[in-house]
């Protein structure tokens, strides 16, 4: 059992250039969301799904573009880094029931240079 | 619209109890805790939901006051293991979303 499983776990890109995050997780969880997590500010809500076709904004959105066109996945785009999208991300998946918690991918490391 | 945690870090001896406070100017539906190593993912400790209640597992528990909108992790007997970052998560009532505080970091030592 998997769980929650993101890609790449590092990438280095530089300013202008795009990329996509994948997000994969195999229990059929509905909920799937996307964290940027910075020193000293915790880890901050981009985009969040509440199921297949479904997407929503976060609390910091800005610059980036989501698309859950299967439930297992969740994929997190960014059109044209900026220095300041440097950061570590988390997906994270939960189930519907409203014990659910979060189950958490294991990150990637992303640098803008 | 990030709940505020206090304090930012806690520095314990073995054996020692601390108290880590989550407050949100939302009212909320429930309220998570997280403990992250470091260069780890966060790990799930436990769930509160609306209803004002307590909950606890071995030395780790945590309240959570609907009405003040606040939650607080208790540690008790703190033992090396429990060294880590710790995050309240809030969801808000009638969103799906969980916004994460600041964190608090716990250090323990021998």
């Known amino acids: 059992n998997a769980g929650v499983t993101q890609t790449p776990k590092f990438r280095v890109l530089k300013t202008g250039q795009s990329m996509t995050l994948l997000c994969a997780q195999d229990?059929?969880?509905?909920?799937m969301y996307w964290y940027r997590q910075d020193p000293g500010m915790g880890l901050r809500l981009i985009h969040y799904?509440?199921?297949?076709?479904?997407?929503a904004k976060g609390e910091v959105p800005d610059g980036y573009n989501v698309s859950r066109l299967k439930k297992q996945n969740f994929l997190l785009g960014l059109e044209s880094a900026a220095p300041s999208q440097t950061s570590v991300y988390f997906c994270a998946s939960r189930g519907l029931n409203y014990n659910s918690p979060l189950h958490f991918g294991n990150g990637t490391r992303l640098t803008v240079t | 619209q990030q709940p505020v945690q206090s304090p930012q870090a806690v520095i314990l001896r073995e054996g020692e109890d601390a108290v880590i406070n989550c407050s949100s100017s939302?009212?909320?539906?429930?309220v998570h805790w997280y403990r992250q190593k470091h260069g780890e993912a966060p790990v799930f400790l436990m769930i509160l939901l609306k209803g004002g209640e307590q909950k606890g597992h071995d030395k780790i528990s945590a309240s959570f006051n609907e009405k003040k909108q606040q939650s607080s992790l208790y540690l008790t007997a703190s033992q090396l293991s429990y060294s880590g970052t710790y995050f309240c998560g809030t969801e808000p009532d009638n969103t799906d979303k969980l916004i994460f505080g600041t964190g608090t970091r716990l250090q323990v030592f021998p």
């Open positions: 799904s509440v199921g297949e076709g479904t997407t």
């Open positions: 229990m059929n969880h509905e909920y």
């Open positions: 939302k009212a909320l539906y429930s």
